[in-house]
């Protein structure tokens, strides 16, 4: 009963072929690969717009090089305070953006919106030597809480940082979680709704180690190619990431492994509603489970084999956990999870 | 009337004599001189305790740099989501400390308090590489809206910051504003309180371009010295700025400066308290008021010559300007102040 | 006929296997899985010493972050001017160790020696805050140019850095083609003859994607764990690379690769003896040979569809280039290769 | 007998009036003051173009932060091995362009010339991630041995910058002392001889603590502003350092004073010239002279009071030492050291 985290599940075997397909004679390293090559039209085709994609190994090193790409060392970014680059990355997006400022913002549901960002621009007045300059706005899709963001929301968001001239950044590393809740084209939850650099996530929804940049247009990516190399993510076997990207994309099964996961998550909501004590902390969008157990309760499942996060510490009898579902999670480990939570 | 800033005044004749006093002859250069050598008594003197005493040239270089010193690339520091180093030093510290997460809070009057701290703490969980680790809690004596912390205060932060092991850091742009206020001992309100290290403030009130990193134990001082130079703050005729710094601790120059400033904004608040509209915003404690004023109130002192800044957007009429009084703001400047606000 | 790069060839079928193998049910993720639980044994038993092992995915990261835990912001690092971190690695270093110096020295076969080292420390007086102060040297294993270091010459470098208050860093990209060459125990040319910390390769040497930075000694790791995820060099599914590390090290694997790709590159340089106009330009100590060929000979190869790099600018007819031997390269390659070079 | 650095001496009276005439009445802060507003057109006038113009305290923070406007984090920079920012700075420029390269090469009399960095550019590849991207000559005028550059090899290394897309930045903390000797228009030795941007110097000769850096174009200041500020070097009293430059070049105050410095220099070379064993390493050109002296004459020159750097370690019975003059050295020093010196 794993519900700690999607990255303790392994890889799909579609993904785990595609590498292996890959391990034949030999071909040009650093990216110059033939499949690497093909990335770009896939993706483009994928996103029904042309793209510039630029793959990397971890959802960390997506986020900072991306954001680093986009914003000076003068500039801010605003996020949520709880989003996964103000306080899961070890502070990598001021390091790579040579000491950018991070704002953190509070917003219900893991989310940002309109009127909480305007709010924190007041304090940093455009064009002002002293303060930090807003450059970019940085939302997670889904939300470290399981929640997610439809499309008028993030236009509305996108509308905010043109208006002041800031670009808008997407932390997809579990896009394909939120785009199969959604049913839209990928392209209605990005470039469409003014999002101009994506960071896509795979690892967690059943590759091994694979992310990809995604630059909406061409004079965003800059020096990205630079930075990737100077920070020791330009892979020289690159060709064994960016098979796993193609396989991902292939024939859907990106939606298909981030489908089951959100089915998973959804009967474990389902079956919570039935526990005593059990109160859904953000409502279930995507693969995350968020929710307020009595810490008997808790006790019970741990001492029964269940592994799963502490989201905050204790309060008055009850514990906020996370529950994270992967395209691998056995449907009998959410029974066994409910069975064991009713006591 | 200037009320835009302390800094739009000059040098105050004492400070100026000393730096022509101290421009005979030769001396070593880079603060091997026998006037900075003298520093570290008269400071020790001061503050009741041995100190290290690092003169440098601005308040964000004394900021950046004790931060550094104290806090890794990997640590969070802390502060009011309105402090200085948050949104007025252009993201020095972020820079300085090569990507250390700034934690911006809310709290009333521009000040922090236990709870506020303690609860932004359960975000960052201690060891674990994943978050960025609270390092620092840095506070500013006195605030950026003219309130000042009491010893009580900064002991209960600093309570905070032992038990989780962080520094204290006192940001004191306007350490004399607020000791003149208080009218205790230096040693009262930073090392007896547990504050680490002080950028302590010299120019603001009266010096050309001089301030002071204090610390209190020589085990803080780690590479500081290096980072000064590596950040060309250590000027080679070193001498110039301890000439000023020297002459503003002598007979109580400093605090003498100091109290005039304060007293001179004590007269525009309750000179303000009879104007129609106007509200302040936070107690007068030091030299700064902020003060809620009428539009037409603020545009016919404008028109009258009057300099000050907005300190926020205006807003149903009304805006919330800033009143910073110095050392030499002429008494007049205030009777004027206040006749053409009554209108 | 690809002589580009070793990092052009793919996966051995035993580190694929392993990988594969390590594809079952769940574990936990960032390192704390138990395939990287044992690396620790494995490299301890394979270096005769307790060791720590930190598994990246590229050898600039592996430097990089292996320099930056061991060298201060003011520190200098004394390397080969041609060496991989000095000129292949687009400044990584200066990145990570948040712009230590890099000095970099010339030296014959692409190796320093005690007498350079020393020349260049003059340049900076220990214990002056205007001088970067040398903290670290780097030397490489093989070098670039196909030679290697000898216990001897590695001891007497590390003297010179323990006289000298200096750590002794090797990029071991190419350790095990250097290994296989001395016949001689790991810990010979490591921690018995003054290495402080090594970057180990696998990569080129028929893994996908692995790179270890060990520690020999505890005390050096220091926040050697932060700067690998604040830089996103923390996998999530580290269980797949650590996977492969320990293939590579299985049955001795590593060092039959490395003693293939050996063998080919010996057979080049034999091969190359009997083609006019050909010189070698360095020993041919490991899997690389560079050589300068008349120009006329360097197009004939790359028309009959040799692959391979220019190392030097064409001059006065003939161009250095370089060939790299890998442990899949076909043999009939050489053959080839030789019989098109005698044209 | 202070001979150790031009830091050591003081403040020319003419700039010390002028600072105290500046302490008069209010201004506005942080360069928007109405002496810093004049700057811009006074050192047009004195270059004979429009240029650009920015103070800043110190000379490492003027060299580093002019570097990293023009300079990207993958870019490198060539400079001599022992110029003033590859030795003398602490690594300031690798940390204010985050960790861009710089490339220490030989040069006789402390000098580049074209074959020299033609020779250095052949290691980095244009255009290439893997390669730090060669994008800025830096040299130092007057050099750190006390040479010049004429304008005929200034201009021989702009024209291999130009042709390969870098910039020319001159290390001009001596540059007055250059002038003089050379008695041309400053427009010859910089913008006409195509340097970009120069770090102009006047602490040593006579000033307190200002510098200014200069650019001769617009497009070149990029975000200089904010550079500045995020470094802490945005003085807030800034006032009085632009009053130091302002009276600096006032009535050609700054070549009485370096011409005077120089003629100290060549008074003590020529002096040198009677004493037994003593050789000049390299031209007298400005006001420093470096010259090779028994051990014994320095050490009873040092027993007399005479103070100076060793310039390089002891050896054979000889040692290197620098001497360096200022405005304001008494001329009767050199006479006592000469006949000091020889015994």
Not at 210 to 219: I, N, R, T, Y
Request: with cysteine; aromatic share 8%.
């Amino acid at each position: 009963m794993n519900f700690r985290s999607d990255n303790c599940y392994g890889v799909a075997p579609e993904i785990a072929d595609a590498v292996w397909a890959a391990n034949q004679g030999t071909d040009s390293s650093y990216g110059d690969d033939r499949i690497t090559a093909r990335l770009k039209a896939r993706f483009s085709e994928i996103f029904d717009h042309e793209v510039y994609v630029y793959p990397v190994i971890s959802g960390t090193a997506a986020n900072a090089l991306a954001l680093a790409t986009l914003v000076p060392p003068h500039g801010a970014i605003l996020c949520h305070a709880g989003s996964h680059i103000a306080v899961d990355e070890c502070g990598a997006v001021e390091l790579f953006t040579h000491g950018a400022k991070l704002v953190g913002l509070e917003g219900a549901n893991g989310k940002l919106a309109p009127a909480i960002v305007e709010t924190a621009l007041a304090r940093f007045e455009k064009g002002s030597v002293h303060h930090p300059q807003p450059s970019a706005i940085s939302i997670i899709q889904a939300t470290e809480v399981g929640s997610i963001y439809h499309r008028g929301e993030i236009a509305a968001l996108s509308g905010v940082a043109r208006a002041n001239g800031m670009k808008l950044h997407m932390d997809g590393a579990r896009f394909a979680n939120a785009l199969a809740t959604l049913g839209c084209a990928p392209a209605e939850i990005t470039w469409r709704a003014g999002v101009d650099v994506l960071s896509f996530g795979a690892t967690k929804n059943g590759a091994m180690g694979a992310e990809a940049v995604v630059f909406f247009a061409k004079g965003d990516v800059r020096d990205f190619d630079y930075r990737r190399k100077k920070s020791g993510h330009l892979m020289s076997k690159m060709r064994f990431v960016s098979a796993q990207l193609e396989a991902y994309l292939d024939d859907g099964l990106w939606l298909k492994l981030a489908s089951r996961a959100n089915a998973i998550a959804a009967q474990l909501a389902e079956g919570l509603a039935g526990v005593d004590g059990a109160n859904l902390a953000h409502p279930v969008e995507a693969n995350e489970v968020l929710v307020h157990l009595p810490d008997e309760t808790a006790a019970r499942l741990r001492k029964a084999g269940a592994v799963f996060y502490d989201w905050e510490p204790p309060r008055a009898g009850r514990t906020l956990i996370r529950l994270v579902t992967s395209f691998a999670t056995p449907a009998q480990d959410v029974a066994n999870f409910i069975r064991i939570a009713k006591g």
